[in-house]
């Protein structure tokens, strides 16, 4: 299964809407461009995690932030540069700030991503 084929099967089962549907989609292709292999098993993890922020965004619902000793280590992870490259593209796409809670997340997912890649060349 592919990360388009993962993000359908959420927009079929109605667990997400067709706007965080196009969202994803998007940011899917973002990271692509960007050298990150959206078909891999802990990106289309992170896509579906993704999906599930977006739709709890849009739900008005909060997580609980990582703990700050975790988000001093992704500060200084090496793909930590992309990931708030990729923060600041989600927020313009949504035309809103994230929670900052989410924002953990997703820097950390998507640092630990470009880690991987980084790994693989």
Not at 2 to 29: F, H, T
Request: net charge negative; with cysteine.
């Amino acid at each position: 299964m592919n990360a388009k084929e993962r993000i359908e099967i959420l927009r079929n089962g109605e667990v997400i809407s067709e706007d965080v549907k196009q969202m994803v989609l998007a940011a899917a292709d973002w990271l692509s461009k960007r050298q990150v292999n959206v078909d891999s098993d802990s990106c289309q993890m992170f896509i579906t995690h993704l999906a599930m922020c977006l739709d709890r965004n849009d739900r008005g619902e909060n997580v609980s932030a990582l703990p700050k000793s975790m988000m001093d280590e992704v500060r200084s992870s090496e793909g930590y540069g992309l990931a708030c490259e990729f923060v600041g593209y989600m927020e313009n796409l949504l035309n809103k700030k994230l929670p900052e809670s989410e924002k953990g997340y997703i820097l950390l997912h998507v640092s630990n991503l470009k880690e991987k890649e980084n790994k693989r060349d």
